[in-house]
């Protein structure tokens, strides 16, 4: 009785049919009738799944708002707290364990007797990416459900985390071999380097490539985690020659099947890491998928020498652009703009080669060709720009920061990870979703094996960065500048 | 910092060890150094293994005591909740989360490391049957550390709880091609009636037996709980027909192996679980694999009208000794005992059986013989004390109760699962080991299977037990006893 | 020694390295060199893998007639045969069997040897696929290589025959969940009715379909066989219906999945078959493939009560315009053509609805528009041709004999296995294939399975062939045209 | 019609049965009723099994006599052969081919038949046991049906021997966690060193050993050939040291299990090899898996440099008994044995021990005492037999010949599969079996792979024996004997 919320006020008659549901759930499960809090928690589920977003809006807000924690019990074991600590530690604990299990939320149970369900560990996963959504979408200050919502997001993701813990998690290698529909998602769930088709597919698990998925036992037939990853004889400097090229020589056998020699591979090129499910933001896989897969490649080939991602630069242009619109601001303010991003001969360079920019600065031409991503067409610009954007991308990628971490949330996981900033590549992913990320630019991190637990450990606790001369000397290039363009 | 405990006074050695590798695992996770963390906790477990017992005690209250909550940052937040809760819900419910996340122990940071390990599940369970056994063994008042091992055991409940989550187990039959080491475990672990050798390891996989195991993904190769069914035409009513012999009759197929003829089959009975894990103990799974397996049978036999249990009755013997003592006792006290257990005419029958008792009491020459045994192998007493012994059964099953539910804890299982007390068996189990448990007599629970729900849930609220005629007639037939003896 | 061959007068350099590899093969295997041989036999299959058409023509002529039995030998066995007779049976026995050891061609050892590799069977089937093609090709009276290389075929085509027998073929369902290899060769294998885009594809292995396929240990991932059928509620009259729609009435599940409603189906249709190796031409599987799936089938669904396929025609519009040409050649040579091919009236109404067709016949006009299959589109050919192009159909198929059985390969197919002819069905297949092969109609052949064996005795000993009462109708009506057309 | 024998004159009723049943599949054959005809194989098959030893020879006996070969046609085509040769090439083929399909007995279709069931190849693989088990105890000269048998087990040979070419072989590792059914079953076969126990089993099977076996796609669940593997860091000299040991040094993990240290390993002995179906006598297949199983483990451990048996070497205390009796034999027909077995320093050494021999001679003592292997307990003798039975040991097996290939047939296998005869070990394998087949000795066959080839071709083909010098100076100690007992 005491599970059983009464339904507040004027409540709407989904919330009603809501508040039935999970009341029947929770008085089946108190009374441990499995069965029939097995078959409510299936029909809840199915309920939940036809409904139209707004009406799981209003689902979602009643499940945080009515089947929460209660308040007053709460306060009230608080307040006898101190009382108990008087009497001794064995109150003190017992009255501690009463209140941690009175900051249980109800919701809870009901998310445990779906999580008995097959398919229930997705439902949940699906949810809270329900959840998420609406909070991105509804948050403001105004809208007095958000912070239930957030308590219930914490929630799931507790329970969620201790559910996808990695020793849960199964290392998959993903070939032509596999079953299509894993194969299938595979290909719909790249984002980075979208797979056109189904020989795009096929070379990307074929000879010199390897596609390794976490998965995990309650969500069969779904990669929850995807890293591909290219055998070469070098540090790749450009995403087609991995995604549009067979890669290394190979031998081909008697029935014409293409064959790996293993000798001529010697580095390893994660050059695409995705999660698929929104519901587990916040829950790190990656990083324990990349470590599992440089151990899988280690025992496979022991010379691989090199590991290193190829990875986008997401936000760069986005910023460079603001840089530029800043600097025209305070250009136009009068103000002496603190940094300047080109130095004269660079512009004056470049306004030579674009010709007429009529009343332009050239600042504004140059912004207006990264833009349009028009520059990539030229003849000259690529060679023009190539230094300046070059230098400012190392800028972006090293001095920017967030809270002490690096700004960018690529080289940040990378770094986290313990990975060396080691080369920015020039003309390195030229199509359009290229040019818009990074003006064509991507760049790699090394993971050397033997130094990432330092790497890492100086990184998070003293926000330092290890790069390589070639990104030291970018970075160092940007200082100059205002020296260089007052000669 | 804040995590590194500073060892306390005069610790031991060991204690001083303990603590630097849970602390630099717990350091290591704040740095998020995965594969550090993922080193220092295989280092732990390692160590803990090969620990002598006093050792692992002395390691599990260190763990417990040193590496639980902060109480004065509980206290603290506690005494901010009315205050919080006047700032209103958002501030309220924020903290309520900094509380809950103030009660969750330091130790469950490594847990989660060793739950990332392979084996790590498997190493938290059996840690927990440490604590348990060291609970069961030092549970003096006196001790001041138990609340601290309290607190850590149901802490680890928990957290395997969701681990062990009904969803996460998978549902296998074992046969006699199964693995090798998997029926060398179900042969090991099953307590309830021995297999002796592989012959009949190899009848209770074979032609008319089901042996279903739950495992878990993150215990491979090991059976966490197993249930052993035999396909029948009738609800057996004798252990022996079941694990002795080779079951209905079996057509053989032209290489010599035998077939079931599954028009032959209408009852499966069930006439062992075992759980396997001591250290699940508390989380229940028995239930949940006989509902799978119920629903498994289902769908392989359509004709299959019965189930039911054919189950021990362990404590009986233990029970009856104890009344017939409280019963001499009362006597000789010069009190007239509640309730007679035996009706004048039994008594007179027994003592003119077994001849000369001296100077005893009939009722000592019975427990005597009940002690021993030694009734079972006499010509004329086992039909003598049938009634009596059944009718005493029928009282200890269905009278005797426990905080309102059934004492005997394996009535107490099945009646919680919906199933019906059927029927009492004389001379159901003539081992050594059912005669010293219940004289020699087990029972069929029936699970009719559109009434579990209703059963389980009257049991459950209102205490009551849903029974057969032939119990009722036996619980009925000790009401009277003392009218008729005293005739 | 006695097996290596003496090159021949001018042997070309190729037949020169031949004979070296084989008789170094035969060599090794004399010796019971089996590692030896194995090496040698896998070298001989990288060399004739690389060798140009032409090269393997000079190649497989070598073999055949280099490497087949001594004729000298068989001879003298065989002249000795009368005389062991005399001396008795055990002498007889044994004089047969040297003479059958005579008789087996030396490149046996080769293929045997080659039998052991991988992929060593999947060689020798694409060798005999070989040879039939050149048979094909230069199957000229005046090639004396021709009776050695038909020696040659046969053989391979007894050795493999025992290697695919049936009790070594495996069934397996196809399914979207199977590895995609696979899935990519039963799409590429399909020839029936082609599977343009992997959407098709996974129509067809989805809900109310099933994909079977033999499958041989010695050939893995090759589906040697392939029959896609689909489940429905009634004979599909359409290859439509089946290929381009998602069949009966799905429920979707939770999570979006297609489910079957096995209650709404009581018909199987197979709707195509492929054979895919073109080495294993003569050796019947589809037939037992057939029989394998309807055991299979009625083992999932003991409600289907229908099987049958829906056919196609190959040959009937290549029929129809060589009795139309003969018609007018014997019309134009002034004979009395035996047989009308349609009616006075039909025709009329043709040319009516044609309108000028300058001076042509009708019938040529007809034959224009059967040839260009523009009838098609047209708005009232389609109903004028549908009773005589359905009537000479039916003639077609059940009239027409080789050798006593019926001219059409898939009517012969389907009869030999027992079938019924059971519908002809009108625009049943509009695609340009369709229409070029049959006028775009097709037939369903009825599997009533307690008769298949009766019927299939019936057709191969007497050729009857059983028929539905439409298809006798049809045909009956072909007989009447004279009579009809002189009205 | 031509295919249905009449019965012949006096059949018995089960001859008759034989011969409608054998007619039936004939008869379905050639209509092709395939179904019918698989109908009819089975009941025969069931019928067969069903029969007592003496009904099955009755039958079998009906099947080589009635339904082979008719001798009369392939009389007429072998006479038409000669002129088949005269008038061309391909009318001689043709010919041929048609002398060929004659000579095709009739029981061959049956056995095809047969071959399509399921288990249909296991029931002739034992069906040829019982042909090879009834010519061994029936095999008089004046049987006229043996030379049917003979030319019926002959062609079941010949069948079987191409379904199990290698090629259709599959290689397994057998391991404590492979099915219990298949363990089980390669317990049973074990006849080299009978497994006593499960853990003898565990122990064969567990860490530094490796069990592999040829499976058989049509026969599941059955090793047909089984090799005992023990990874070693020294070639064995004793049988004990690898069946009762548990091996090189082991690290145990945390949750106590044994783990193999690949680096202790350097040679890989194979024990014992068993080829455990009667019906494939005569279709080598131990020497494929050997050289399988070395791949096998060349590729798991590179550095195991050594490969070689500890094998038995049976029948050499038959063989000295025999010796030593027909030395006692010629000596008392006062012949001069033309080899001692002993020098005169030996026989006294050994009289001088064993004390009273009465009126016996020293060489009928030793013969006793060998006879009985009391030998093997006494204090002294093993040390003073051991010169002169390792000395006639390697005499027996390397001199010894028949066909001029080793008598020995353990030594003819592996000197066939090109190994070297290493080291005779003294006392290497004292149990009882060993005892009474070789006086306890056992020998290394070593392959040193480079050479096995060469070894072997040198062994078939020049009969010459490849021994280490131990083998050749035991073997030359022979020749001196005469001339120093003669001192």
Same mark, same amino acid.
């Given at each position: 009785p005491t599970t059983i919320m009464s339904p507040s $006020?004027?409540?709407s008659s989904l919330a009603v049919r809501a508040h039935e549901m999970l009341d029947s759930i929770l008085g089946a499960q108190e009374t441990s009738s499995t069965t029939v809090a097995d078959n409510q928690a299936r029909d809840l589920c199915h309920f939940y799944c036809n409904l139209i977003p707004e009406d799981k809006a209003v689902f979602l807000k009643t499940l945080a708002h009515d089947?929460?924690?209660?308040h007053n019990i709460i306060l009230q074991i608080a307040q006898n707290l101190s009382m108990a600590q008087e009497r001794g530690e064995g109150v003190l604990l017992k009255t501690e364990e009463r209140l941690k299990h009175a900051l249980v939320p109800k919701y809870n149970l009901v998310f445990t007797q779906i999580g008995h369900l097959n398919d229930g560990v997705k439902f949940l996963v699906d949810m809270r990416a329900d959840i998420l959504h609406l909070l991105n979408t509804t948050? $403001?200050?105004?809208? =007095?459900?958000n912070p239930y919502l957030k308590s219930l997001i914490n929630h799931l993701r507790d329970l969620i985390a201790i559910w996808f813990s990695v020793g849960f998690m199964t290392l998959e290698r993903v070939t032509w071999e596999s079953a299509c529909d894993v194969l299938q998602k595979i290909s719909e769930y790249? #984002?980075? $380097? @979208?797979?056109?088709n189904w020989t795009d597919l096929k070379r990307r698990v074929g000879p010199y490539r390897r596609c390794y998925v976490f998965t995990h036992h309650s969500m069969p037939?779904? @990669?929850v985690v995807v890293l591909h990853t290219a055998l070469t004889d070098e540090i790749s400097n450009s995403i087609q020659s991995i995604v549009s090229h067979p890669g290394l020589e190979q031998e081909s056998s008697v029935n014409g099947a293409r064959k790996e020699? @293993?000798?001529?591979?010697?580095t390893a090129i994660f050059y695409s890491i995705t999660?698929? =499910?929104?519901?587990?933001?916040?829950?790190?896989?990656g990083n324990y998928l990349i470590k599992r897969v440089v151990q899988e490649l280690q025992s496979e080939?022991? =010379?691989?020498?090199q590991f290193a991602s190829l990875s986008p630069i997401p936000g760069f242009r986005e910023w460079l652009l603001l840089e530029m619109n800043r600097y025209l601001h305070a250009e136009a303010a009068g103000e002496y703009p603190e940094?300047?991003?080109?130095?004269g001969r660079e512009l004056q360079e470049i306004a030579d080669n674009v010709g007429d920019t009529r009343d332009k600065s050239t600042i504004e031409t140059i912004m207006k060709l990264i833009k349009t991503n028009?520059? #990539? =067409?030229s003849e000259f610009l690529p060679d023009l720009l190539k230094e300046p954007l070059m230098r400012l991308c190392a800028r972006y990628l090293y001095v920017e920061k967030r809270r002490g971490f690096a700004f960018n949330p690529v080289a940040n996981f990378h770094l986290r990870n313990g990975a060396v900033m080691w080369r920015l590549n020039w003309l390195a992913d030229t199509t359009t979703r290229g040019l818009s990320a990074s003006c064509g630019m991507m760049i790699n991190y090394c993971y050397f094996l033997e130094k990432t637990e330092e790497n890492s450990k100086v990184y998070m606790e003293k926000h330092h960065i290890e790069a390589s001369p070639q990104i030291l000397e970018l970075v160092k290039a940007n200082v100059g500048i205002e020296t260089k363009s007052h000669l």
């Open positions: $006020h004027s409540m089947y929460g924690v209660d948050c $403001h200050s105004t809208d =007095q459900d790249e #984002a980075v $380097h @979208p797979i056109r037939r779904e @990669p020699d @293993p000798n001529s591979v010697n999660s698929t =499910q929104k519901g587990l933001q916040g829950i790190e896989l080939f022991s =010379q691989i020498q940094q300047k991003l080109f130095t028009n520059w #990539a =067409q």
